[in-house]
C-alpha cells in the first residue's frame, strides 16, 4: 500500500489566501490608535455642535488663502503689504508663507470643503499619534488613551483652520526625536535640522523647538558630568538648527520681527489669546487638570533625580500660564510624565493584586491595548475617503459660518462693501477680504503683528468711539461702516447726522456717509500716534486673540 504526497499546487492555493487574509488583518482590521484618530473626527467634526464650521471659527484663513493665491500667481512672496489700505505699501512679513500656499491649493482643488478636512484631519492625527507617543513612552494603553483626551481637550482651546496646528505636529516630533537620542544616541535626531528648515517657513511657532533644546541642555548641564556631553550634543544641535531657520524668505529680519512682536506690551494687552487663561471653559479646565497632575509628576520625576522632563513641564507651564495661546504646547509637553507616573502607579497596584480580582483583569486588558496601540493600518485613510466621496455622510461649509460673520448682510449689499471704503471689526475685515480681494483693501483685519500699537490703538478708538475718532472717520475716507450693534460707535453713528443706517440684524449694523469731510487719497498711517508701545495707556478694548479676532 503507496501514500500518494498531495500536490504541491495544492498547498499554494491554501498558503496564498492565508497570506492575503494575514495581509488584510494587518492593514485593513483597525487598531486603537485608528479608532482614537477617527473617535476624534466624529466627535469633533461631525457629531460636535459646530461641526466642521467651527474650523473657520476664525477669518484669518480668508486672508491666508489670497496670500497663497498672490504667491502661486506671481512666483513670489510678498514683503509689503497686500490688503489694507491704512498702510499700504508697509513692510509685512508673510511669515506663513508656505502654509499660505498649501490652504490656497486646497481652496483650489475643492473649496473651504479640502480646507476644513485637512484641518480636522491633521487635528484628530496629533490625537492619535500623541497617544502612541505616550504608549512609546512606556504609558499603558488605557492610561494613553485617557490622558490623551485630556490633552486633545486642552489643546481644542486653539482648534482652528490655521498654519499653527503644524506646530502641534512638528513639536511632537521634536519631543519624539530627542527622547528616542536619549535612549539611545543616534544620527536621526539630526533630522529635526531640516525639521526646523520647514517648519520655520510654515508656522512662527519654530521658535519653541529652542525652548525645548535650551531645557533639555539645561537639565543635561544639572544632572552631572556623565551627561555634559548631551549638553554639549543639544548645544551643536541647536546652533545647527538656528542656521535652519534663516533659509526663509526674509533671512533675519523674520528674526528680528518676531522678537518684536512677542515683547510688544500692546499685543499683550490688548490680545486676548496672550493674555493668561480664565479658566472658565471646558477646555481650560482639562488644562488646570494636566497643570495640577503635571507639577506632581514633576516632582516625582525630580525625586528620581530626572530633570529633563520636570525642567519641560515647568517651562512650558510658565508660558502657559502667560499666554493661552501655549495651552495646546503645554499639553504636548506635559502628557508624557502624566501617563508614565500614572501607569507606575497602577503597575504597582495590579502588582499587589490577586490574579483574579478586578485590577488583576484590567492590568490584563490594559496590556492588550498597549499592544494594539502601537500597531498601524489603512483604516484610517480609508474611513477619510469615505467621507469624503459618500454623498450625506457628513454636511461640509459652503461659506464662512453665519454664526460669526454677517455673511448674509454682506451678500446682500456686496457692491456697496467691494467698492466702498469700508470700517468694519479685524474679523469681519478676513472675511471682506475673502469675498472681495484684490479689489477691496481694508482697514485693519487679523494681522496683529503688522498694524502694531500705531493703527491698532486707532482702531480701538473707533471701535469705542472715543478720542479722534470723528477725525480718523474723516482722514481714512471712511463711507460706509459694517460694525456689530454693541460697539459704542454703533450708538454714535446712529446719532449722526452724516450718517445713516442701511440694513440691521441682531449681528450687525451697516451704516453708510451721506455728508461730512471725506479724504479721497490713500492713506498709509503715516504720523498718527494714538497709541505707542510701552506708553502705559489704557487700552478699552481687547481683541481675541493673536490673529485680532474681536
Not at 508663507?97 to 490656497?104: H, N, P, R, Y
Not at 482648534?159 to 521634536?174: D, N, S
Amino acid at each position: 500500500m503507496s501514500v500518494t504526497a498531495a500536490p504541491p499546487v495544492v498547498h499554494g492555493a491554501i498558503a496564498a489566501p492565508s497570506r492575503l487574509n494575514a495581509l488584510l488583518r494587518r492593514f485593513l482590521l483597525p487598531s486603537y490608535a485608528d479608532c482614537f484618530f477617527v473617535a476624534l473626527l466624529v466627535w469633533l467634526f461631525m457629531a460636535g455642535p459646530y461641526g466642521w464650521n467651527g474650523l473657520l471659527a476664525d477669518g484669518d484663513v480668508g486672508w491666508h488663502i489670497r496670500t497663497g493665491q498672490f504667491i502661486l500667481n506671481t512666483h513670489t512672496v510678498p514683503h509689503v503689504d497686500l490688503f489694507s489700505f491704512s498702510r499700504a505699501g508697509q513692510p509685512w512679513f508673510a511669515w506663513e508663507w508656505l502654509s499660505d500656499i498649501v490652504l490656497a491649493l486646497l481652496y483650489g482643488a475643492a473649496g473651504l470643503k479640502a480646507i476644513v478636512l485637512f484641518a480636522g484631519v491633521m487635528i484628530a492625527a496629533f490625537g492619535a499619534m500623541l497617544v502612541r507617543y505616550l504608549v512609546w513612552r512606556g504609558a499603558n494603553g488605557l492610561i494613553a488613551a485617557a490622558v490623551g483626551l485630556v490633552a486633545v481637550g486642552a489643546a481644542s482651546v486653539h482648534f482652528l483652520a490655521r498654519p499653527h496646528l503644524f506646530t502641534l505636529l512638528f513639536l511632537m516630533g521634536a519631543l519624539w526625536l530627542l527622547d528616542a537620542d536619549r535612549r539611545r544616541p543616534s544620527r536621526a535626531v539630526w533630522l529635526l535640522v531640516p525639521l526646523t528648515m520647514l517648519w520655520t517657513n510654515l508656522h512662527g511657532g519654530f521658535a519653541i523647538v529652542f525652548v525645548v533644546l535650551g531645557l533639555c541642555a539645561l537639565a543635561a548641564l544639572l544632572e552631572g558630568k556623565k551627561e555634559w556631553p548631551r549638553a554639549a550634543r543639544y548645544g551643536l544641535l541647536f546652533g545647527a538648527c538656528a542656521g535652519a531657520t534663516l533659509v526663509n524668505p526674509y533671512g533675519w529680519g523674520l528674526h528680528i520681527h518676531l522678537v518684536q512682536y512677542l515683547r510688544s506690551d500692546w499685543i499683550r494687552n490688548v490680545v486676548q489669546e496672550f493674555q493668561a487663561p480664565t479658566f472658565r471653559s471646558e477646555n481650560q479646565l482639562q488644562f488646570e487638570i494636566l497643570l495640577v497632575v503635571g507639577m506632581l509628576a514633576a516632582g516625582a520625576c525630580v525625586a528620581r533625580r530626572s530633570l529633563t522632563q520636570p525642567l519641560l513641564v515647568v517651562g512650558f507651564a510658565h508660558l502657559a500660564l502667560t499666554s493661552a495661546r501655549h495651552i495646546p504646547l503645554f499639553a504636548v509637553v506635559a502628557a508624557p510624565i502624566i501617563a508614565e507616573e500614572l501607569t507606575g502607579l497602577w503597575n504597582g497596584l495590579v502588582n499587589r493584586s490577586q490574579r483574579r480580582s478586578v485590577i488583576a483583569i484590567l492590568g490584563a486588558v490594559a496590556d492588550g491595548a498597549t499592544a494594539n496601540f502601537r500597531r498601524w493600518s489603512f483604516f484610517g485613510p480609508l474611513v477619510v475617503l469615505a467621507i469624503v466621496v459618500i454623498p450625506g455622510i457628513t454636511v461640509w461649509p459652503t461659506d464662512f459660518p453665519k454664526q460669526m460673520f454677517p455673511v448674509g448682510m454682506i451678500a446682500a449689499n456686496a457692491q456697496r462693501i467691494a467698492s466702498t471704503r469700508v470700517l468694519t471689526t479685524d474679523q469681519w475685515a478676513d472675511y471682506v477680504l475673502f469675498r472681495f480681494w484684490p479689489g477691496t483693501k481694508v482697514f485693519v483685519d487679523g494681522r496683529t503683528d503688522f498694524y502694531g500699537a500705531q493703527t491698532g490703538g486707532e482702531y480701538i478708538d473707533l471701535w469705542h468711539g472715543q478720542g479722534r475718532w470723528r477725525s480718523l472717520l474723516d482722514t481714512y475716507g471712511f463711507q460706509t461702516a459694517l460694525i456689530p450693534p454693541d460697539w459704542p460707535l454703533s450708538t454714535l453713528l446712529q446719532q449722526d447726522t452724516g450718517w445713516r443706517q442701511i440694513a440691521r440684524d441682531k449681528q450687525a449694523v451697516l451704516f453708510a456717509r451721506i455728508a461730512g469731510p471725506y479724504s479721497e487719497h490713500s492713506v498709509n498711517g503715516g504720523g498718527r500716534t494714538t497709541a505707542s508701545e510701552g506708553s502705559g495707556r489704557p487700552v478699552a478694548g481687547v481683541l481675541r486673540n493673536g490673529n485680532g479676532r474681536p
